[in-house]
């Protein structure tokens, strides 16, 4: 089955403590990307990746890092979270070429005390 | 800077009746368009998307939308809503690839449908 796999689905964790949320799709897509979705704001991208080695910054990047070592896996890294990284994430992944739908993983509600 | 605005938070409507979420863009050149929905506890699912061509839209599980230049909409539509259908809408823009490589969606703030038995 087609599939992006988030994990955790959720983590309650303190300010400082670094954590990482793996992402995994079985699709072969060479783009991947990070939201953030925050009530009455919509989903926010964070970063992004166009293909392996290939990432770069999305709208709201600020305490965040990402790495594309294979293809299939895109980490999101939250070196020292803060409270205001509280929020529901979501991996999501596509084709190359703009008009590919993207598919997105279960997402990951993550709260930082 | 390409935008997506939602105005309605909520939308109710009976089953069986028609059920219309509202979409306005902003964006230079031709939009890429899409809508999502978005089921309790899960991620964002594709419903249907505008690029070029005809301007109604079939997608998904009996919905359509229509592309409209001229007033700058894209509203998702279906004849006859379903209790299954509540659930969160989204509406999304996406950046033309030849203006920057991101190809990051930029979402509305999302429409809730509730379908009332």
């Known amino acids: 089955e087609a599939q992006v796999t988030q994990n955790p689905r959720y983590l309650i964790t303190v300010t400082g403590k670094k954590l990482t949320v793996t992402c995994s799709q079985n699709m072969n897509h060479e783009y991947m990307s990070w939201y953030r979705q925050d009530p009455g704001l919509g989903l926010r991208q964070i970063y992004y990746s166009m293909n392996v080695e290939v990432t770069d910054k999305g709208d709201v990047p600020e305490g965040y890092k990402v790495s594309r070592k294979e293809k299939r896996n895109f980490p999101l890294i939250l070196e020292s979270p803060s409270p205001n990284q509280t929020s529901l994430y979501f991996c999501?992944?596509?084709?190359?070429?703009?008009?590919?739908?993207?598919?997105f993983g279960d997402g990951t509600r993550l709260s930082i005390l | 800077a390409q935008s997506v605005a939602q105005p309605e938070d909520q939308v109710n409507v009976a089953e069986g009746n028609p059920l219309t979420v509202k979409c306005t863009y902003s964006v230079s050149g031709n939009p890429y368009l899409f809508w999502y929905v978005q089921y309790p506890n899960r991620g964002l699912q594709f419903l249907l998307k505008y690029i070029t061509g005809d301007n109604l839209v079939k997608g998904s599980y009996g919905f359509e939308a229509e592309f409209n230049k001229s007033q700058t909409s894209f509203h998702l539509k279906k004849p006859s809503a379903l209790v299954s259908d509540s659930a969160l809408y989204f509406c999304?823009?996406?950046?033309?690839?030849?203006?920057?490589?991101?190809?990051?969606?930029?979402f509305g703030s999302g429409t809730r449908l509730q379908v009332q038995p």
């Open positions: 999304a823009v996406r950046d033309p690839p030849w203006r920057t490589g991101r190809r990051a969606l930029t």
């Open positions: 999501a992944s596509s084709l190359e070429g703009g008009n590919q739908p993207q598919h």
